[in-house]
């Protein structure tokens, strides 16, 4: 055997219980029963003349106590295990071999004997438990990897002779007492275990008259699902218990966890390691003791010394005793007269504090006055906040103003544009409605007599050359269109068609460019410059109409984006609105200076979704930053308006390319009233007034310029 005091026949010695409960086998099963109740032992050995015959446990009284049988009569011996599991001493070599061999035979106790088979003592999981204290493993695991899930478990009604049935039937140590809940869920509330049955069988108790409430432990011990090995056995020792309930996060029962349970979690391999450690530990422990006690003999030599000496000292100290007495007596002739010093001082403090009530008094009034002047302080100050409210509320509206004086000064120099816009359609409709005057002034009376002088294939010639004229939308130019009439011209020669130069022009006018061969038996006819003319008259007055529509959808586009843009919300509440509409039509207002010598390039990203926003503010900004970027480039050159959704921000670039802002005004652009044009073309307000939208909208702008190109982008959230 190793020297090593902790090795593992140590621990097998330290495990081994010798002196556990023995009996004769004549022994009454009943006086067996408040034995082992009384010293509370889970377990009796029978034995006669040292020879082990068999052992009585806590399962075999549950078993029992469900027969129904008389105890008195009985003896141990009837009842007792026989063929017991035994294991002599020189093969109990290795603590977990004996930890195992408990497993596979599914028996608690072991008993030890000699090579004579003579009982040494007896191995049960709890001595085993207790020896091993493998604690890193133990709070490495946890109590839902190792617990049984399957619980037998009864209502708070079931007698306590069906719950010891339960028990002998089912093979189970405990059951659990739980109440009911919605669908499978139960709540443990109490448990009775094998060692209850066994005290109740020995108080002679009624199981059967008896309802398991009454008797259950409670309230419960129970462990959390989540709670580590370590702290389920800490509490099985702490409350010398061998089983805990098992509970989830809602206290619904999970399962049960017993020393059993903890002993199987354990691996030998890793426990073998841990002993070995411990053991390592215990021996600097050890050291540390003897040199202890090396001091503690030292310290006693000392006190040795002392002793002698103590003799002369309490001599001495008597002494000084007697003296501190006198000592004291005199002390108590001063108190004396202190004490009639403290009821003359005592006098004189009930007048101070007289006289002190009364400067109280005073100074309370004082404060009460304080007090109603601070009243009539807080009123003017209230007064005064009523003031700055009614100023705050004069600035707002001064704000507004200025909001719409900058949008009334902008649309001013739009003004000419937009005119413009609208005049030209207007213009167009004007000359359109003129021509269809002068057609039907000219021409409806004349045509009924047209058509009835027309024969039926040519009426068919007619219509048809109508319809090819009205469906031809495209416009091409004067050279283009001299082109066409020369190719008709020799198309009509060709075919010996008389006065071919002014019947291409008629066909070049009625937009027939192409072939003619459909139309040759109208234009063969002798009267086929009359029905190109009457065509062509018609076909202009389908034109007219078309340019009347075409112009009117101008102007209404013109107008829409004018009174959207000074449109002002009554509300003043954000509204979901479409940026890019919004940002098109303010293009729309800037139309006329557009289309001299700007191109504009968009990049819109699609489907872009809609912002909640205050739309006539944010319709401002963009009015703002397409007229600064139009006065920059001088109204020459690309305009670059790029949309698109970032994350949960809407980003809106306006760039043009042209000379782009200075180094040293950059830092001014967005303080109010600064300018770089000359007095009285611009207010300085235009750039803050857009930065102040902008973060009114919880928003963020940015300027990157460099020589011939300047970009100002807004971040907007969605």
């Known amino acids: 055997m190793s020297p090593n005091l902790y090795d593992n026949q140590t621990l097998i010695e330290q495990a081994l219980e010798p002196n556990p409960l023995m009996m004769p086998p004549e022994t009454p099963l009943s006086f067996a029963i408040a034995t082992m109740s009384r010293q509370d032992a889970s377990y009796t050995l029978i034995v006669q003349q040292e020879t082990l015959l068999g052992i009585l446990t806590e399962r075999d009284v549950v078993r029992l106590a469900v027969s129904e049988k008389p105890l008195e009569a009985i003896t141990v011996s009837q009842v007792m295990t026989q063929n017991l599991i035994t294991c002599p001493r020189d093969r109990a070599n290795n603590i977990f071999d004996l930890l195992a061999l408990l497993h596979s035979a599914q028996i608690r106790h072991l008993p030890i004997t000699d090579a004579d088979g003579k009982l040494l003592g007896v191995l049960t999981g709890e001595s085993l438990r207790a020896t091993l204290k493998p604690t890193d493993l133990l709070q490495m695991g946890r109590v839902a990897d190792i617990m049984t899930k399957t619980v037998t478990t009864a209502t708070p009604e079931t007698s306590a002779f069906n719950v010891a049935q339960l028990m002998a039937a089912q093979r189970r140590s405990c059951v659990v007492i739980c109440t009911q809940e919605t669908g499978f869920l139960q709540i443990p509330i109490g448990i009775i275990t094998e060692r209850d049955i066994l005290k109740f069988a020995a108080q002679n108790i009624d199981l059967a008259q008896t309802k398991a409430e009454t008797v259950m432990t409670s309230p419960l011990l129970a462990v959390p699902s989540d709670a580590t090995l370590w702290e389920a056995n800490q509490r099985m020792q702490q409350h010398r218990i061998r089983r805990l309930v098992v509970v989830d996060e809602g206290g619904y029962l999970a399962g049960i966890v017993t020393q059993t349970n903890l002993l199987q979690a354990l691996d030998p391999a890793q426990i073998y390691a841990t002993v070995k450690l411990l053991q390592q530990t215990i021996a600097e422990k050890t050291l540390s003791l003897q040199q202890m006690n090396e001091q503690m003999q030292r310290a006693e030599a000392q006190l040795r010394l002392v002793n002698e ?410």
């Open 309 to 718: 000496n103590l003799e002369a000292q309490v001599q001495a100290r008597t002494k000084e005793l007697m003296v501190a007495n006198a000592q004291l007596m005199q002390a108590l002739q001063e108190r004396t007269a202190a004490e009639t010093e403290v009821r003359r001082l005592n006098a004189i403090l009930e007048q101070r504090v007289e006289e002190r009530t009364a400067q109280l008094k005073e100074t309370n009034q004082k404060l009460l006055q304080e007090i109603s002047d601070r009243k009539q302080a807080q009123i003017a100050r209230g007064q005064k906040n009523e003031e700055l409210a009614h100023t705050l509320q004069k600035l707002q509206l001064a704000q507004q103003e200025l909001l719409h004086s900058e949008k009334m000064a902008i649309l001013g120099q739009l003004i000419a544009g937009v005119a413009h816009e609208i005049n030209t359609p207007l213009g167009a409709i004007r000359s359109s409605v003129q021509n269809i005057v002068d057609f039907l002034t000219h021409n409806l009376e004349k045509l009924p007599e047209f058509f009835q002088n027309l024969s039926q294939q040519r009426s068919d010639d007619f219509f048809a050359l109508l319809k090819a004229s009205s469906q031809q939308s495209t416009l091409f130019s004067t050279k283009e269109r001299r082109q066409f009439k020369k190719a008709l011209q020799q198309q009509l020669e060709n075919r010996a068609i008389q006065n071919p130069d002014t019947i291409a022009d008629i066909l070049v006018d009625l937009g027939v460019y192409g072939e003619i061969d459909a139309f040759l038996p109208l234009l063969q006819d002798p009267d086929s410059r009359n029905l190109l003319r009457t065509a062509y008259k018609i076909s202009s007055l389908t034109k007219s109409a078309e340019t009347i529509v075409t112009a009117a959808d101008r102007a209404a586009k013109v107008v829409f984006a004018l009174k959207t843009y000074t449109h002002n919300s009554p509300t003043g509440e954000k509204v979901l609105a479409n940026i890019s509409e919004a940002i098109e039509t303010v293009l729309i207002l800037y139309n006329h200076q557009l289309k001299k010598e700007v191109e504009i390039i968009r990049n819109y990203q699609s489907n872009l979704p809609y912002i909640l926003c205050y739309a006539d503010e944010l319709n401002q900004v963009w009015t703002n930053l397409i007229h600064n970027a139009l006065q920059a480039m001088n109204y020459k050159g690309t305009l670059t308006i790029d949309i698109l959704q970032q994350d949960n921000r809407l980003q809106v670039s306006i760039g043009d390319n042209g000379s782009g802002i200075p180094p040293e005004i950059m830092p001014k652009i967005f303080e109010p009233f600064f300018t770089t044009k000359p007095a009285g073309e611009g207010s300085g307000l235009g750039l803050d007034i857009v930065k102040k939208i902008v973060e009114k909208h919880r928003g963020e702008i940015q300027v990157k310029t460099v020589p011939g190109q300047t970009i100002f982008t807004v971040f907007l959230p969605l």
